[in-house]
Structures are given as structure tokens and as C-alpha cells.
Antibody, heavy 127, light 108 residues
Framework: QVQLVESGGGVVQPGGSLRLSCAAS????????MYWVRQAPGKGLEWVAS????????FYVDSVKGRFTISRDNSKNTVYLQMNSLRAVDTALYYC????????????????????WGKGTTVTVSS | DIQMTQSPSSLSASVGDRVTITCRAG??????LNWYQQTPGKAPKLLIY???SLQSGVPSRFSGSGSGTDFTLTISSLQPEDFATYYC??????????FGPGTKVNIK
């Protein structure tokens, strides 16, 4: 079945770095964009980063630009999130999610959504 | 950036109740609106995409409506497993996304 498994979380001091991984299985990984979404303790969901199916384009929420880098290795069915210069506000449960899309009625417009999510990996930034 | 708001932030309801949650976008997003359900300790689950299209496997008591800036998620008859937090998400600016702040549905 389609599955995403995150790893790499942990406790890190402010200013430190971590690399998260998300291993995918059960679908043709190289056909789909992938996303990272985070959730701070007791808070809502925040989209963090996106990467196109071939890695050609990457997109970030403003608060992580210049500090986080999303990448993927389609030969390993894995997407990564390199997090540098970590701050306390980056403390969160980090989910990876898979792109999918659908249509509405007879329209040819494409509607994107996140159809499969991993269970998440926890990042704690604290001294 | 497209801002998303939801109301109410929380509500209390009983099993069998009809529940409606509202989501508003800061600009017109046509039908580019998704709804997710998150139960405690679990990852979010997609319920509805394109404002009103039910994701495969999602019970038909869930429905969505709206376009432009105003959207609603309706649960026609609340079940025990529906007590959760619900998030709207705009996909108009895909691959950049914004989630609403969430609506927590509590047991009355």
C-alpha cells in the first residue's frame, strides 16, 4: 500500500541543523510532487516546502527561506528536508505528504491536494 | 500570500447533529479548496478537494460547498469518529499552500 515514513527528527540546539528523510513506497515516486508540512505543539498545520516530481523547482514558506532546503532522490524514493539555523519556533511535528490531483465535473482544470501523509517526525529546538 | 480563516474555532455537538464549518479566503480562489480531518495523535486525512469533491473512501455524510472566497464543510449526522479538528487548505497558489487555523469539533 501507499506509505510515507519520516525519520531524522530529534532535539537540537538553536542554530543547529537536522536533515529529515521521508521514504516512500507503494506508488511511482518520480511521478509526484512531494511536500513537507509541520505542526507546532498544540497548533495548526503549516505548509513548509514543496518539490516538483523531478526536483526541478522548489518552493518554501517565507519563514524558512534561506534556512531549509527540500530535495529528493528518485532512485531511492526519498524526499529530504535539510534544516539549518534552527530556531525555537521551528519546533514541530514534521509530516511529509504526497501530491495528487483531481478534476471537478467536466472541467479540465486540475485541483491539487495532499492525499497521503506520513506519521511525522518530531523536531525540538531547545538549549 | 492567501490568508485563510475558519469559523468557529471550536464547537460542541452531539452524535447525530448536523455540523457546518465555514472557511473564508482572503481573495478569490475559485474552487481550489480542500478539507482535511485530523484526530488526536494522527496525521491529517483528506476529506474533500475542489471544494465539493468527496475523496474516495470518505463517508457521504461529509459534503463541501462554495466557491470564490466562502466555503463550507457540512457533516450531515455527526458520528463518534468525527470528533476531530478540521482544516481547510487553499490550493489556488499550488505548489504553495495555506491552511486555515482549524475548527475543533468537541463532544457536547
Amino acid at each position: 500500500q501507499v506509505q510515507l515514513v519520516e525519520s531524522g527528527g530529534g532535539v537540537v540546539q538553536p542554530g543547529g541543523s537536522l536533515r529529515l528523510s521521508c521514504a516512500a513506497s507503494g506508488f511511482i515516486f518520480s511521478n509526484y510532487a512531494m511536500y513537507w508540512v509541520r505542526q507546532a505543539p498544540g497548533k495548526g498545520l503549516e505548509w513548509v516546502a514543496s518539490i516538483r516530481h523531478d526536483g526541478s523547482d522548489k518552493f518554501y514558506v517565507d519563514s524558512v527561506k534561506g534556512r531549509f532546503t527540500i530535495s529528493r532522490d528518485n532512485s531511492k524514493n526519498t524526499v529530504y528536508l535539510q534544516m539549518n539555523s534552527l530556531r525555537a519556533v521551528d519546533t514541530a511535528l514534521y509530516y511529509c505528504a504526497k501530491e495528487d490531483y483531481g478534476y471537478y465535473g467536466a472541467s479540465t482544470l486540475v485541483y491539487y491536494y495532499m492525499d497521503v501523509w506520513g506519521k511525522g517526525t518530531t523536531v525540538t529546538v531547545s538549549s | 500570500d492567501i490568508q485563510m480563516t475558519q469559523s468557529p474555532s471550536s464547537l460542541s455537538a452531539s452524535v447525530g447533529d448536523r455540523v457546518t464549518i465555514t472557511c473564508r479566503a482572503g481573495q478569490s480562489i475559485s474552487r481550489y479548496l480542500n478539507w482535511y480531518q485530523q484526530t488526536p495523535g494522527k496525521a491529517p486525512k483528506l476529506l474533500i478537494y475542489a471544494a465539493s469533491s468527496l475523496q474516495s473512501g470518505v463517508p457521504s455524510r461529509f459534503s463541501g460547498s462554495g466557491s470564490g472566497t466562502d466555503f463550507t464543510l457540512t457533516i450531515s449526522s455527526l458520528q463518534p469518529e468525527d470528533f476531530a479538528t478540521y482544516y481547510c487548505q487553499q490550493s489556488y497558489s499550488t505548489p504553495l499552500f495555506t491552511f486555515g487555523p482549524g475548527t475543533k469539533v468537541n463532544i457536547k
